[in-house]
């Protein structure tokens, strides 16, 4: 199917990896070993296949050596850019990890579909209906069966800001969707700039960032149910609820008063690496840019992010103060072994103690509600974790990593960055809607 959706995050990664950002990645390709329980004496071994690579794998190795240490399990992990390919192969040739780590719950359900994947063990199926919220136990469960925990999670939808331009300007942080409009053009009236910066470029993923904006907005203007019927295309892009949610975006994104402050007119946002924005509102000739969590790696080195620091950022807010909507991505944990030491694995990661070994190393969040905000060291990470936390958030997972690859990897990028240079939003929207698969 082309770029497969993970590869969104893949130009992320290669800027950020040293920043121990957990979003998906590229590796060497490569069966790993056979798992199974060894003889008498012998620890048991159990192999693990993921996206996960890098400065990032060996955090992953690192939060659960200990553990495995104690209970005499040798833990193989193994990383791949070709992680799809590869692990449709292993499996349909019989030689498939004992768990693999799935970057989408779609990808993750195709393999359920085709009867790969065990059921969860009674252990595993217990910490997540109790550490977990119900959107993110269905995420884990296929036609009725529940076969797999989520691991480590992230949020979007983080609006950007320097504390100290906005209490020069005389600005608060808005509670409303309408608040926003009403900040962004009060900031271009005391600046005489656009308060916003944006990039969508990210190498052979460019335009994802705008797919963000969009499913930000069809969630908090249409709601829960309307963005569900959205990905499985019951609700078309070219319905006019999903038209609403691009006009909203375009009247940032489209409008020169607006963007692109500190890079050019509206046609730079292609070009903009959506990383370099950082900078920008770092020194403050840019007020305002809307990017995911992970953003904190690209900011200058030195640059405070705090509540009072050189920059904060504040949740992109909903129609009333009051709405608690949020999209985000994260990763789901499936096994094609049941042997005891994939089970005890499976039921470690499952649980909030490997939960807060792994957040205690950086870069990562989880939505597992045992996880102890100060166990992260980023304070945008412990904002994060509260949010996951909050019984009151509906969580969405993102649309595009929701969708056939050929739409929310292929036409929807492309139809972003077809937007931005001038294309009419009815005829995007028409021209993402061809890349669903017929039938």
Known sequence: ?????????????????????????????????????????????????????????????????????????????????????????????????????????????????????????????????????????????????????????????????????????????????????????????????????????????TGWPGTDWVEDYVLRQAGPDVYDQWVTNEVPFTDPQIKAAFDSVGEVLLNPANVNAGFGDVRSINSTAFGDVAPKVADGSCAMTHQASFLSGFFPEGTNIAEDGDVWAFMLPGESADEKAVTGAGEIVGAFSDTEATQKVLAYLSSPEWANSRVSLGGVTSANNGLEPDAAQDPILQETIKILQDPDTTFRFDASDLMPGAVGAGTFWKGMVAWVNGTSTDEVLQQIETGWPAG
């Open 1 to 205: 199917m082309g770029l497969s959706q993970r590869n969104r995050r893949l130009a992320p990664l290669a800027l950020v990896g040293a920043a121990g950002i957990a979003l998906a990645g590229c590796g060497a390709p490569g069966a790993p070993d056979g798992g199974g329980d060894g003889g008498e004496g012998e620890s048991s071994t159990v192999t693990i296949y993921g996206t996960i690579v890098d400065a990032e794998a060996e955090l992953l190795q690192e939060s659960w050596a200990d553990w495995a240490e104690e209970n005499d399990i040798e833990i193989k992990y193994e990383g791949s850019q070709d992680f799809e390919t590869q692990l449709g192969t292993r499996a349909q040739g019989g030689n498939p990890p004992d768990i693999a780590i799935f970057p989408q719950p779609g990808l993750f359900a195709d393999f359920a579909s085709r009867d790969f994947l065990k059921p969860a063990p009674e252990e595993v199926a217990s910490n997540a209906n109790e550490y977990w919220t119900e959107d993110w136990v269905n995420y884990g469960t296929y036609d009725g069966t529940f076969y797999g925990a989520p691991l480590m999670a992230n949020v979007k939808g983080w609006i950007w800001y320097s504390p100290a331009k906005f209490a020069e300007w005389g600005v608060e942080v808005p509670e409303t969707l309408g608040d926003l409009t009403a900040l962004t053009e009060a900031i271009q009236a005391a600046t005489g700039t656009p308060a916003w910066c944006a990039g969508f470029e990210s190498g052979t993923a």
